[in-house]
């Protein structure tokens, strides 16, 4: 059929129609639907001739119909057709669990577990007949070795790195007077420190790769600025972050739509484009050059804890830090092992999907690095990546780290649905946008109980697990506690499945191969 084939009969011919009811019955109402459907002419003749879309042209007018559905596609799927387990990143029982914990409302569940408890990869736990209560003296964990004047005791679950700039004022300060009635800490996010994280709550400074709040003109670090405002007394721990795990090697993404003249001024950048980090630190380079660079914030801050943040790639470079720790003598105070499933507001869909290890692997590949090497007792771990539950909390302690950070789940305390729009500007919630009219939506007094509300029902749930398996201490879960089932439908203990290094171990060079090919191929001069 021709375009003038398609325009008689899609356009010309009911609307010659229209005209002849008007003529021939002199109607009003068929004058009302003639002028009603003038726009629509309108439409197709422009689908027809000028359109860029084929569909339009093919099927001018009606082709509408399936980018409106198209549209609301997430919400058909989120609301009516996705079961609560379907979902990702997170499902609507993990969200669920969340709200409710976050309301103070009833979190049990009834008729039995929906997961599939036979699936291969399935995480469980093995329980005692002699459940136990947990000793209130191993609720924190001092964060500080020798070289650390200022040690800090942390709670065992925390607030993980969220920016102002990727959230909102409100939501901000909701987390960290959250924070504050909790007496748990808020990682301020690479972007840097405003007055909506100085509510009260213990604060844990990132310092990214652009530098943000102690940034030269140039965009390097500047060590006077850093000064200045460590000296704050609500920052309790300083984080250099390397990478995170839902972009590695990639650096961080503000889109412009969501930079105001504040979030430019508290970051020293323009609001005509995206802010884009560096992928890598100008500050160092090597191995070496870390841990100078850890040494010289720890002497800048008079003496705060130091560490840094990254997601594991490839196991060599890490074990090159430990080799530099073994040389100079300079040990950072923790390191925050993110994994590759964790979130971000704004990423590469490669970057996301493709790289890191994911955060159980790499929590257990650290803590035995740094068992073999000698330095364990040197230095905290923090396990960042996609904690909903008690559990989640469990399973990282249990392969090796002193605490966890959350931070999605923070967000979903906060309100939010998960609606995927975090790098739009367009959140319906207010959490994570920069739009006055929706962030102004977010009641700050009640969505910091909230947040309080979740840390304290989640912490609590970590305890109860703890004591069902019979330990009254988190110093004593191992990777022995957690049991995964196999191909054959029999179930192996973590450590059964991943071997463990004792003390030392690496120095001797009788480790097993998975550990000993990357430490003699590591070097403290490169990464």
Same mark, same amino acid.
Request: glycine residues 8%; neutral net charge; charged residues 20%.
């Given at each position: 059929?021709?375009?003038?084939?398609?325009?008689?009969?899609?356009?010309?011919?009911?609307?010659?129609?229209?005209?002849?009811?008007?003529?021939?019955?002199?109607?009003?109402?068929?004058?009302?639907?003639?002028?009603?459907?003038?726009?629509?002419?309108?439409?197709?003749?422009?689908?027809?001739?000028?359109?860029?879309?084929?569909?339009?042209?093919?099927?001018?007018?009606?082709?509408?119909?399936?980018?409106?559905?198209?549209?609301?596609?997430?919400?058909?799927? /989120?609301?009516?057709?996705?079961?609560?387990?379907?979902?990702?990143?997170?499902?609507?029982?993990?969200?669920?669990?969340?709200?409710?914990?976050?309301?103070? /409302?009833?979190?049990?569940?009834?008729?039995?577990?929906?997961?599939?408890?036979?699936?291969?990869?399935?995480?469980?736990?093995?329980?005692?007949?002699?459940?136990?209560?947990?000793?209130?003296?191993?609720?924190?964990?001092?964060?500080?070795?020798?070289?650390? !004047?200022?040690?800090? #005791?942390?709670?065992?679950?925390?607030?993980?790195?969220?920016?102002? &700039?990727?959230?909102?004022?409100?939501?901000?300060?909701?987390?960290?007077?959250?924070?504050?009635?909790?007496?748990?800490?808020?990682?301020?996010?690479?972007?840097?420190?405003?007055?909506?994280?100085?509510?009260?709550?213990?604060? %844990?400074?990132?310092?990214?790769?652009?530098?943000?709040?102690?940034?030269?003109?140039? &965009?390097?670090? =500047?060590?006077?600025?850093?000064?200045?405002?460590?000296?704050?007394?609500?920052?309790?721990?300083?984080?250099?972050?390397?990478?995170?795990?839902?972009?590695?090697?990639?650096?961080?993404?503000?889109?412009?739509?969501?930079?105001?003249?504040?979030?430019?001024?508290?970051?020293?950048?323009?609001?005509?484009?995206?802010? %884009?980090?560096?992928?890598?630190?100008?500050?160092?380079?090597?191995?070496?050059?870390?841990?100078?660079?850890? /040494?010289?914030?720890? /002497?800048?801050?008079?003496?705060?804890?130091?560490?840094?943040?990254?997601?594991?790639?490839?196991?060599? @470079?890490?074990?090159?830090?430990?080799?530099?720790?073994?040389?100079?003598?300079?040990?950072? =105070?923790?390191?925050?092992?993110?994994?590759?499933?964790?979130?971000?507001?704004?990423?590469?869909? @490669?970057?996301?999907?493709?790289?890191?290890?994911?955060?159980?692997?790499?929590?257990?590949?650290?803590?035995?690095?740094?068992?073999?090497?000698?330095?364990? =007792?040197?230095?905290?771990?923090?396990?960042?990546?996609?904690?909903? !539950?008690?559990?989640?909390?469990?399973?990282?302690?249990?392969?090796?780290?002193?605490?966890?950070?959350?931070?999605?789940?923070?967000?979903?305390?906060?309100?939010?649905?998960?609606?995927?729009?975090?790098?739009?500007?367009?959140?319906?919630?207010?959490?994570?946008?920069?739009?006055?009219?929706?962030?102004?939506?977010?009641?700050?007094?009640?969505?910091?109980?909230?947040?309080?509300?979740?840390?304290?029902?989640?912490?609590?749930?970590?305890?109860?697990?703890?004591?069902?398996?019979?330990?009254? #201490?988190?110093?004593?879960?191992?990777?022995?506690?957690?049991?995964?089932?196999?191909?054959?439908?029999?179930?192996?203990?973590?450590?059964?499945?991943?071997?463990?290094?004792?003390?030392?171990?690496?120095?001797?060079?009788?480790?097993?191969?998975?550990?000993?090919?990357?430490?003699?191929?590591?070097?403290?001069?490169?990464?």
């Amino acid at each position: 059929m021709t375009v003038m084939q398609r325009v008689f009969w899609r356009i010309a011919v009911p609307g010659n129609l229209l005209w002849i009811l008007l003529w021939a019955f002199n109607l009003p109402g068929a004058l009302c639907i003639c002028l009603f459907m003038l726009p629509f002419t309108a439409i197709g003749l422009y689908d027809l001739f000028r359109s860029p879309h084929t569909l339009n042209r093919l099927y001018p007018v009606v082709a509408y119909l399936r980018y409106a559905l198209e549209y609301i596609r997430p919400e058909i799927r /989120q609301y009516f057709i996705a079961s609560n387990t379907d979902e990702r990143p997170f499902n609507r029982e993990m969200r669920n669990l969340v709200y409710s914990r976050a309301k103070g /409302q009833q979190d049990t569940l009834a008729f039995g577990s929906e997961l599939d408890m036979l699936e291969t990869g399935f995480m469980s736990l093995q329980h005692s007949i002699l459940p136990v209560e947990a000793k209130e003296d191993s609720a924190r964990v001092i964060v500080g070795n020798e070289q650390c !004047s200022k040690p800090y #005791s942390a709670s065992r679950l925390n607030v993980s790195a969220l920016s102002f &700039g990727a959230l909102s004022a409100n939501a901000i300060k909701a987390l960290n007077i959250g924070a504050k009635l909790g007496d748990f800490a808020h990682n301020t996010g690479e972007g840097g420190i405003s007055i909506y994280h100085q509510q009260g709550g213990h604060l %844990i400074w990132q310092i990214g790769t652009g530098y943000f709040g102690c940034r030269s003109d140039e &965009g390097m670090f =500047d060590p006077k600025q850093f000064e200045q405002k460590a000296a704050a007394d609500a920052i309790k721990m300083i984080e250099i972050k390397i990478s995170q795990g839902a972009k590695p090697s990639h650096g961080g993404i503000l889109p412009a739509v969501k930079i105001t003249q504040e979030i430019a001024a508290i970051r020293g950048v323009s609001t005509e484009e995206d802010c %884009i980090s560096p992928s890598r630190h100008s500050a160092f380079s090597t191995p070496i050059g870390l841990l100078e660079f850890v /040494q010289q914030l720890r /002497q800048l801050s008079t003496g705060k804890p130091i560490g840094f943040k990254l997601c594991i790639g490839k196991p060599g @470079e890490f074990m090159a830090i430990c080799k530099a720790m073994l040389e100079t003598g300079i040990y950072p =105070d923790f390191i925050t092992i993110d994994g590759g499933e964790g979130g971000t507001g704004a990423a590469p869909m @490669e970057f996301t999907n493709r790289l890191g290890m994911l955060c159980i692997e790499a929590t257990h590949f650290v803590h035995n690095s740094l068992v073999g090497a000698g330095l364990r =007792d040197k230095v905290k771990i923090i396990s960042s990546g996609k904690t909903a !539950s008690g559990y989640e909390v469990l399973e990282k302690i249990a392969v090796g780290a002193d605490m966890v950070n959350a931070a999605r789940t923070m967000m979903f305390a906060l309100g939010c649905v998960q609606s995927l729009t975090c790098n739009t500007n367009k959140c319906p919630t207010g959490v994570a946008t920069q739009d006055p009219a929706r962030s102004r939506a977010l009641d700050v007094k009640l969505k910091s109980v909230r947040v309080y509300n979740y840390h304290k029902a989640t912490v609590k749930s970590f305890w109860d697990l703890l004591g069902a398996l019979g330990l009254d #201490s988190p110093e004593l879960l191992s990777p022995e506690h957690l049991f995964q089932r196999m191909d054959d439908g029999t179930s192996k203990s973590f450590a059964d499945i991943n071997p463990s290094l004792e003390k030392g171990q690496l120095l001797t060079n009788d480790a097993p191969d998975q550990f000993l090919k990357p430490w003699r191929l590591a070097s403290s001069q490169h990464f």
